[in-house]
């Protein structure tokens, strides 16, 4: 595949997949662009199988985002850029909000593996491999990104609040 | 904990990413207190609306607290009264003293600590409580603000910023008479950020540690621990005499009557942050707020709390099952750092705290 043919086939992708994991634009940009100067580098020893590239393009991805979030842990959050975009966007808005919150509340890893399964629509299995981590792993992680997002929806009930003297 | 089947929260996940990555350039607003995400929309919608108001208003300076010069429109809430605000000090004659007594401090020694016990929570906050006893023969006093550590299970101090202690009115010098008892309000913020905790040390006259056991959460705290790794942490303890000949520190809400907040998700460094509080009588008589509360209000961490008094003259009675809305301000410190904070309002009862947390977004 020619390079430009190559960028351009994976680039969104690859941007959103580390937009999820560092929830924030211009740092994911920063990534994928640093993901493709590795695959240029690196072009002669690329993976030829669309499917093996696709899976090694999307490995570096993470694994760069991950890096990159540790690095700006410090920072934390999305920075604040105005939010009137979302004022009127229906019901989707609500999942965003929600989803944002989860997503604040989990680590880079755990991230990765909710923008490879739920965005990029890989199983188990797969999310495994491109990650090089067990199984198990990414079943956990997908369960703890769950119970996350379900103590977001339902609250813990106060339970022995004194309610007043 | 949810009856949301996997299948329903899988879909949540992947809308929500889609909707996320359809729009990297627009974070949503901050997720508002705790509730449904119905509710969230709601009070997204609401808050943008008034932020662009709140942005173009004049400031005015009422008795050092900043607040605009007209009113914003209503914030999410009932499209019923809402009692303005109004800068009433903390009452002045309720107060404990504000330099330590002629007595000496309360040593460990002469104390006697009951476990605190989970007092309530929600997302990323728990609140526990207990009391502190004189089993000494000698009259003694407890500190205003004491240097309070947050140990776990292995023995570790939690490496909390120590900034979230009470100030302002509501703190002072519980003085114990023999067998009398102070009240313990610990409140942590992102408690899941941290081990969970199982011990509370105080730091009492003579350089001495008191140790104070930290019941269990109700939800399992090692399962907890990892839940929001990113979140802040903060805490708030409040030490307060139970004793009836000494001064309460201040007056809390009357038995029945909870707190909700409505505030806007983002505010700006240097305005006046306009927020709501609901008042809600469950029983099925009218409450009066007679005598009137106390409340304090603050961001975690960058500026403490301050205490004022709550409008009680413009305010009813609050209905049986209904509430009473009530206007407050808070003054944005110009030079906060961006980022996001956890607005906090209480009312600091006898024996306990009634109160409510929210995210805020703050822009420089």
Redesign the interface.
């Known amino acids: 595949m020619a390079w430009e043919a190559l960028y351009h086939a994976h680039r969104e992708r690859l941007r959103?997949v580390a937009?999820?994991i560092l929830?924030d634009?211009e740092a994911?940009s920063d990534v994928t662009q640093t993901v493709f100067e590795k695959a240029f580098r690196h072009q002669e020893g690329l993976p030829e199988e669309q499917g093996v590239l696709q899976a090694w393009l999307t490995r570096v991805t993470c694994n760069e985002a991950i890096t990159a979030a540790r690095r700006r842990?410090a920072l934390?959050?999305?920075?604040?850029?105005?939010?009137?975009?979302?004022?009127?966007?229906g019901?989707?808005?609500?999942?965003?909000?929600?989803?944002?919150?989860?997503?604040?509340?989990?680590?880079p890893n755990h991230r990765a593996v909710?923008?490879l399964h739920?965005?990029q629509g890989y199983g188990v299995d797969e999310v495994a491999a491109i990650l090089r981590i067990p199984r198990g792993t990414v079943a956990s992680r997908l369960h703890?990104?769950?119970?996350?997002?379900?103590?977001?929806?339902?609250?813990?009930e106060?339970?022995?609040?004194?309610?007043?003297? | 904990m949810s009856d949301l089947s996997d299948q329903e929260v899988d879909e949540i996940l992947r809308r929500g990413l889609t909707e996320i990555v359809a729009h990297p350039d627009s974070p949503a607003p901050t997720r508002h207190d705790h509730g449904r995400s119905e509710r969230i929309l709601a009070t997204i919608v609401a808050t943008i609306a008034t932020v662009g108001v709140l942005t173009a208003m004049a400031v005015a300076i009422v008795l050092g607290h900043s607040r605009p010069l007209s009113k914003s429109p209503s914030l999410g809430a009932p499209a019923t009264h809402i009692v303005p605000w109004a800068a009433l000090p903390a009452s002045v004659t309720s107060a404990p003293p504000a330099k330590p007594p002629a007595l000496p401090e309360c040593t460990p020694a002469e104390l006697n600590a009951t476990a605190l016990a989970f007092a309530g929570g929600a997302t990323s906050t728990i609140g526990y409580s207990g009391t502190i006893t004189l089993v000494g023969t000698s009259p003694c006093y407890l500190p205003s603000a004491p240097s309070a550590a947050l140990i776990d299970a292995a023995g570790v101090r939690q490496s909390i910023p120590t900034n979230g202690q009470a100030a302002g009115p509501a703190s002072g010098f519980p003085v114990l008479s023999p067998s009398a008892s102070a009240s313990v309000s610990l409140q942590i913020y992102g408690y899941c950020s941290i081990q969970p905790v199982t011990r509370l040390g105080i730091l009492l006259g003579g350089a001495q540690w008191l140790y104070v056991p930290v019941g269990r959460y109700p939800q399992e705290p090692s399962s907890a621990a990892s839940l929001c790794p990113d979140m802040s942490v903060s805490w708030l303890l409040l030490i307060t005499s139970n004793t009836p000949a000494t001064p309460s520190p201040s007056i809390g809400l009357p038995p029945g009557l909870t707190a909700s907040l409505s505030a806007p998700a983002i505010a700006r460094a240097g305005e006046s942050y306009r927020y709501l509080v609901t008042l809600r009588n469950a029983t099925t008589s009218p409450i009066s707020l007679n005598p009137c509360p106390t409340y304090g209000e603050g961001l975690k961490g960058p500026n403490g709390e301050a205490f004022y008094t709550l409008n009680c003259p413009a305010a009813t009675p609050v209905p049986a099952n209904g509430s009473e809305v009530f206007e407050m301000y808070l003054p944005i410190p110009s030079s906060i750092p961006a980022g996001v904070y956890r607005l906090g309002w209480l009312v600091e009862n006898s024996s306990s705290f009634i109160g409510a947390t929210t995210s805020v977004t703050i822009s420089s």
Not at chain 1, 144 to 156: E, K
Not at chain 1, 158 to 165: A, N, V, Y
């Open positions: 959103r937009f999820v929830r634009a994911a842990r934390r959050w999305v920075p604040f850029s105005g939010s009137e975009a979302a004022q009127s966007r019901l989707g808005t609500t999942d965003r909000i929600v989803v944002e919150d989860a997503l604040a509340r989990l680590n909710i923008a739920y965005l703890h990104a769950r119970m996350v997002l379900r103590r977001l929806l339902l609250p813990i106060p339970k022995g609040m004194r309610r007043s003297s």
